[in-house]
């Protein structure tokens, strides 16, 4: 077990002999289903609501083919041998989260989301083309890992000093937009994390005591992890941000485990975190508040006080049933305050059913899947390290947002990636995509004996 | 590391299937719990998103349906609100729905399974069918008559075809107009809370919903009991009847309104309403005998649905001599709706034959096809044919030359029987005037028309005659207008 992370080359894949093809074709070919799919469900919200095809249709669907296309293209030009899923599963669930918030702006026309999304998503997918074109190899990252946490943390920092939105100090507001700096803090803390294990692996493997059969870190090294709980509990406490604080720190004790092989580890984190869990919904009323109405639901009808958001959002699932209203059709509305972001599952589960949800998060599963096989590919450990972090702030993501808003966990507010209402949280994603994708080009080229080394 | 990044990729996958099974539980598994949760709002949604089915009135709709809009979309409109209240009552999106709009919420709404092309059609394609129509069996000459004869006064009227059941006409006055109350917004809001504290109680359909002491009324029943029981069977020999009557085992002297009462022939005591003499029938005829009557009259059953449900008129069994004496003439325990003596009326009229009254001709979907008819309804023998014969001629003769002159109508049969119905602590109480006929064409075979009508303020004057005087040309007038060719 102590020697996992080092003989990590034997039980590498066979170096292939002959060279691969680069599926750019398939790319191509999925992403214009994944662009066909996409007009088609604005067609069919606008043919459930007006009974014609919105007028935006022919528009929509050629701004989103072209943003593709480029992206496709520098792909090409740039990661000729990257994995070709990551892009189109990223053009499908951005264009149905568009289509979706296009759908939710029908119910009140006074103030369209779908524009302003559509804004985002094309700079996300810009940034998605300059960082295949800019960065051609990953490594290079390793490089920037104390400026990336140094900025991870003053992008976190920062919005403490902006008033809270809703309960929450996450937004900061410049000339009209609204910026999450934690969404951008992801991708840099999953960078910082992946290097500084990296670099420190075997150190951090030195085993201490033994407990209950659990090999303990050594107290010399238990250093990095209860900093990066501070931290978690920091933005908790200080930004009433339950869900990234869960992430980062979700994150962190991943990583750690696959970078140190030690179950230890894990024990040590869940101990911090159930003791972070406890403490804070003991103190915070606003954290114990959403774990009481995980608990009881319907709560705050028996009082007589209707349905909470919770209640509304497992009404409209429950109304989806397995193949669901169709698309324009359901009244996921009714949920109110923050149906376009964080209960946008809602729709789509109260309008495609079980069938359309299921299929959404297998497509985050394939995603997630494709970060994992390129980590498993890829040789570097700071690669490895990336890929999986990258796949794993994604699982993270869709797990506890998703797990929210169905009533498996309490809720906590997060962005359901490419899917919800949020600029900061598609570029977010398409960065992460991006990254992906350059990991998987970096594997394969490895892997092919190519310049990779 | 592989081994690891592999236990980390597991432990994704397992976050995955938990996402998974637990869609299933809140989509498949618990969803019919959900979604008949009364805080989930969308079956009120989808029920106003179509215009309601219509209620008929002689082919007429008189209600209808507004599109606002809003999120809870098509709201109730009428036409001749107040006229029809009774019948139509309210379809709120705030209050729910009474009467006609109740009883048939499920065709006027499209939920009805009967108006599915298909078995579960409709759970399958999540649609909803275009609300039914209901078209009622009320005479609109005949409800209009009723409704301006009652005016400013309070009261009802209830009037039957005899020789089916259909109603009429239903009117309770005073009135309200549904309309105010369709929507959800303030006007709905203030509206409800007026009706409710309004002391004349407007939204209460008197003629179906509230029992009054029939009074004088209930003298029909107790001669049709006496007769079919052979205690009394000539109608002109005198009968052996005191003037006051004691009530047998007290000291009570009961007396009357008119003179000449003493040992009165049962043509004359029904004629003037003698209490003296019905009351010591009623007591001769027994307990027995005359719940048997009252009860095959429809007295003492709480099931009646016209579709809606009609309160129970109620002849208590359980009384001593004395209470069986008041009872005979409408006092002590009888209440009927007006409803309910306007059967009484239609019993006589129709040969003793009594029919259950009924308010819906047919229900038909939007198209116009059939979902269902009244068909033909059972009728049930109340009383010998003979004695429905003599009956007739007692309650031709009040009119004729009686209490109930005021509604006599000319070249029509007319028979009626006037009622003055004391109430209150110590029978303090304004009297209820009551009265209730039939009529029948002269060259027609049968009755086309019975009624019963109270009004609750008729004037201080506590005698006999304000049955005939301020009900009887209420009830003229919608026999006349059922009449009128």
């Known amino acids: ?453 | 590391m592989t081994r690891h990044i592999r236990h980390a990729a597991l432990f994704c996958a397992l976050l995955l299937v938990a996402l998974l099974v637990n869609a299933s539980r809140v989509q498949v598994l618990h969803a019919g719990d959900y979604e008949v949760n009364p805080a989930n709002r969308r079956d009120t949604i989808s029920r106003y998103q179509q215009p309601r089915g219509n209620i008929l009135v002689a082919g007429r709709p008189v209600t209808g349906s507004r599109d606002t809009g809003e999120h809870l979309r098509y709201e109730r409109t009428y036409t001749d609100g107040p006229l029809y209240a009774p019948v139509t009552g309210f379809a709120s999106q705030e209050y729910g729905t009474t009467l006609l709009e109740h009883a048939e919420d499920g065709l006027l709404s499209g939920a009805a399974p009967l108006l599915a092309p298909l078995p579960r059609w409709n759970e399958f394609t999540r649609s909803r069918n275009a609300g039914g129509n209901v078209v009622t069996t009320i005479d609109p000459a005949a409800q209009r008559a009723a409704y301006e004869g009652l005016g400013s006064r309070k009261g009802a009227v209830a009037a039957i075809e005899p020789s089916t059941g259909r109603i009429l006409a239903l009117v309770s006055a005073p009135s309200y107009d549904p309309a105010l109350l369709s929507g959800n917004g303030t006007v709905a809001r203030s509206a409800w809370a007026r009706l409710n504290a309004d002391p004349d109680r407007p939204m209460l359909n008197r003629a179906v919903q509230r029992t009054y002491p029939p009074g004088s009324t209930f003298k029909v029943v107790t001669a049709a009991a006496a007769l079919d029981a052979g205690v009394v069977k000539n109608l002109d020999r005198r009968t052996d009847s005191p003037d006051p009557y004691t009530l047998p085992g007290t000291t009570t002297r009961l007396t009357n309104g008119s003179e000449g009462c003493e040992n009165a022939t049962v043509r004359e005591a029904f004629v003037w309403s003698c209490n003296t003499v019905f009351a010591k029938l009623g007591v001769d005829t027994g307990v027995a005998r005359m719940k048997e009557m009252a009860q095959s009259f429809g007295f003492n059953d709480a099931g009646l649905r016209i579709p809606f449900p009609v309160a129970r008129s109620t002849f208590d069994t359980t009384v001593d001599r004395a209470q069986l004496a008041l009872s005979s003439i409408g006092q002590y325990n009888t209440r009927a709706t007006p409803l309910q003596m306007a059967a009484v009326a239609a019993a006589v009229a129709g040969g003793g034959q009594v029919r259950e009254p009924y308010l819906v001709e047919r229900t038909t979907r939007a198209g116009g096809g059939t979902v269902s008819t009244a068909g033909s309804r059972p009728a049930r023998r109340a009383m010998h044919p003979t004695t429905a014969t003599r009956m007739r001629e007692l309650m031709r003769g009040v009119v004729e030359d009686g209490t109930g002159r005021k509604a006599a109508i000319p070249g029509a049969l007319v028979g009626g029987k006037t009622g003055t119905a004391q109430h209150g602590l110590g029978n303090s109480g304004t009297p209820y005037a009551w009265f209730i006929s039939w009529a029948q064409r002269e060259e027609d075979m049968e009755a086309r028309v019975a009624v019963a009508v109270v009004v609750e303020d008729a004037a201080a004057d506590r005698g006999e005659i304000s049955g005939g005087g301020t009900a009887a040309p209420i009830a003229r007038a919608v026999m006349e207008a059922v009449l009128k060719p």
């Not at chain 1, 080092?6 to 999925?30: M, N």
């Not at chain 1, 943003?67 to 149905?96: E, S, T």
Request: charged share 10%.
């Open chain 1, 1 to 453: 077990m102590s020697k996992a992370g080092i003989t990590l080359a034997t039980t590498d894949p066979p170096t292939p002999t002959v060279p691969l093809p680069g599926r750019r074709g398939v790319e191509l070919a999925l992403i214009v289903l994944a662009v066909l799919l996409s007009v088609y469900g604005y067609c069919a919200v606008g043919l459930a609501r007006n009974g014609t095809v919105p007028p935006g249709a022919a528009g929509y669907g050629a701004g989103l083919g072209v943003l593709a296309l480029v992206a496709h293209l520098a792909v090409r030009r740039r990661a000729p041998h990257a994995d070709p899923l990551p892009l189109p599963i990223g053009v499908l669930l951005n264009g149905l989260g568009l289509v979706l918030i296009y759908r939710l702006d029908l119910e009140a026309p006074g103030a369209p989301a779908a524009p302003t999304q559509l804004v985002w998503s094309a700079l996300g997918m810009t940034l998605f083309t300059a960082v295949v074109l800019v960065l051609r190899d990953h490594r290079v990252l390793q490089r920037y890992t104390y400026l990336c946490v140094t900025t991870a943390l003053v992008l976190l920092t920062v919005p403490i000093l902006f008033p809270a939105v809703n309960g929450a100090r996450i937004w900061i507001r410049v000339a009209g937009f609204s910026i999450q700096p934690g969404e951008f803090a992801k991708v840099l803390l999953a960078v910082f994390f992946a290097a500084y294990l990296a670099a420190n692996r075997s150190a951090l493997t030195y085993a201490g005591r033994r407990v209950w059969g659990l090999q303990l870190p050594t107290g010399r090294v238990l250093g990095p992890i209860v900093a990066v709980w501070l931290v978690s509990v920091g933005v908790l406490v200080l930004e009433r941000d339950l869900g990234t604080s869960l992430l980062f720190f979700g994150l962190f004790v991943v990583l750690l485990y696959v970078a140190t092989g030690r179950t230890g580890w894990i024990a040590v984190g869940l101990l911090l975190a159930s003791l972070g869990a406890v403490a804070v919904g003991r103190l915070e009323p606003h954290v114990h508040h959403r774990i009481e109405t995980w608990l009881h639901p319907f709560a705050s009808i028996e009082a007589g006080e209707g349905p909470n958001q919770l209640a509304q959002s497992l009404f409209a699932f429950a109304e989806g049933g397995i193949l669901g209203t169709g698309l324009g059709l359901g009244h996921s509305v009714l949920i109110g305050f923050a149906v376009k972001s964080d209960f946008i599952l809602a729709t789509a589960g109260e309008e495609l059913g079980l069938a359309g949800l299921s299929a959404i998060f297998l497509l985050y599963g394939l995603l997630v899947e494709r970060g994992y096989r390129a980590g498993l590919a890829l040789r570097d450990p700071f690669g490895r390290l990336l890929a999986v972090g990258l796949a794993s702030l994604m699982a993270l993501q869709v797990f506890v947002i998703a797990g929210g808003v169905t009533g498996l966990i309490p809720l906590t507010g997060m962005a359901m990636p490419f899917l919800a209402q949020g600029g900061s949280s598609v570029v977010t994603n398409w960065t992460i995509v991006a990254l992906l994708v350059r990991l998987s080009d970096c594997a394969r080229r490895q892997g092919d004996g190519g310049d990779g080394r």
